[in-house]
C-alpha cells in the first residue's frame, strides 16, 4: 500500500507561507497584484482562472481579471499586455492558455514581461531554468517537485523517468530532477520498451495527457509515483495519467487526481507572484 501524497495539504503549506509573506510586504506598504487574462469561453479555462483569483484573495494579493471575447484579435491581446507590463500594480501576468487559433500563443508569451513572467513560460525564463539559476519554476513542475520532497526521499542518484515531453510540464519537469542530481529519462510517443524503463524509476513522473496511462506492470515496487494528469471522463469524473486503483497497491508514494499536483501549481503560481512582487521592489 502506497502512502498518500496529499496536494491539498501540501499546497495549504506552501499557500500560508506565501500569506505570511505577503502580509509582511503589505504592512511595508507593498501591495502584490496578479493579472489574469482569458480569452473566449473555454469552460476548462474558465474553472482555473476562477480557482486562481481565489488562491489570490486566500493570500491576500491582489487580482485583476481581463475577459476578453473569443474574436478577440492578436493585436489587441498585445495590445493589453503592453498595458499590463507598464502597469506597477501588476507584478504577474498569465495569460490563460489556450488561446483562440487566431492569436499566435508565442507571440503573446514573448510579449509578456520576463519580470512577470509567472507562469515561466517566456524563453528568457525557460532558458533560466536550463542553465539552472532561474527566479521562477513553471508551476506544474515546480508543484510535482514540492510534492517529491514531501516524501523525504531524495531526489540525488534515483532514477527518475518522466513521460512526456512538453514545454509547460515534461521538458521543465526532467530539467527540475536533473538539478536535484536525478538519473532523468525523458520518454515520449516514440520511446521504445516504454514499460522496461518505467519499471526501473524510483520517481515516475506522468505527464501524458491520457488516463490511466500508466499501468500496473510499469512501476517499481516502492517507487514515488506523481500523476500530472488531469482527464475529464465521458460521465464528468477527473482521472490522471496513472491507473490508481492498479499502481496505489505497488507505489511507495502516489498523488491522486484529483487532490494532487492540480492544488499545488496553483500554489506555486502564488509563490511566484509573491517572489515577481518582491524583486520588482528591489526585495529578491
Ligand atoms: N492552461 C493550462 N495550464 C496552464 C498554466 O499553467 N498556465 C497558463 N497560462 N495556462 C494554462
Do not use: W
Amino acid at each position: 500500500m502506497a502512502q498518500l501524497i496529499s496536494g491539498k495539504e501540501v499546497s495549504a503549506q506552501v499557500k500560508e507561507r506565501v500569506r505570511a509573506q505577503a502580509e509582511e510586504l503589505k504592512a511595508k506598504g507593498i501591495e502584490i497584484g496578479l493579472a489574469v487574462v482569458i480569452v473566449g469561453d473555454n469552460p476548462a479555462s474558465r474553472v482555473y482562472v476562477n480557482s486562481k483569483k481565489k488562491a489570490c484573495e486566500a493570500v491576500g494579493f491582489n487580482s485583476y481579471e481581463y475577459a476578453l471575447p473569443e474574436e478577440t484579435t492578436e493585436q489587441e491581446l498585445l495590445d493589453l499586455v503592453q498595458v499590463l507590463n507598464n502597469d506597477p500594480k501588476v507584478n504577474g501576468i498569465l495569460v490563460q492558455l489556450p488561446l483562440p487559433k487566431q492569436i499566435n500563443e508565442e507571440a503573446i508569451i514573448n510579449a509578456i514581461s520576463a519580470e512577470k513572467d509567472v507562469d515561466a513560460f517566456h524563453p528568457m525564463n525557460v532558458g533560466k531554468i536550463m542553465i539552472g539559476s532561474y527566479a521562477f519554476l513553471p508551476c506544474t513542475p515546480a508543484g510535482a517537485m514540492e510534492l517529491i520532497d514531501s516524501t523525504g526521499v531524495d531526489v540525488s542518484g534515483k532514477n527518475c523517468v518522466v513521460i512526456g515531453r512538453s514545454n509547460i510540464v515534461g521538458k521543465p519537469m526532467a530539467m527540475l530532477l536533473l538539478h536535484r542530481s536525478g538519473t532523468v529519462t525523458i520518454c515520449h510517443s516514440r520511446t521504445q520498451n516504454l514499460k522496461e524503463i518505467c519499471r526501473n524509476a524510483d520517481i515516475l513522473v506522468a505527464a501524458v495527457g491520457r488516463a490511466n496511462f500508466v499501468t500496473a506492470d510499469m512501476v517499481k515496487p516502492g517507487a514515488v509515483v506523481i500523476d500530472v494528469g488531469i482527464n475529464r471522463m465521458e460521465d464528468g469524473k477527473l482521472c490522471g495519467d496513472v491507473d490508481f486503483a492498479a499502481v496505489e497497491p505497488i507505489a511507495g508514494y502516489i498523488t491522486p487526481v484529483p487532490g494532487g499536483v492540480g492544488p499545488m501549481t496553483i500554489a506555486m503560481l502564488m509563490q511566484n507572484t509573491l517572489t515577481a512582487a518582491k524583486q520588482q521592489n528591489g526585495l529578491g
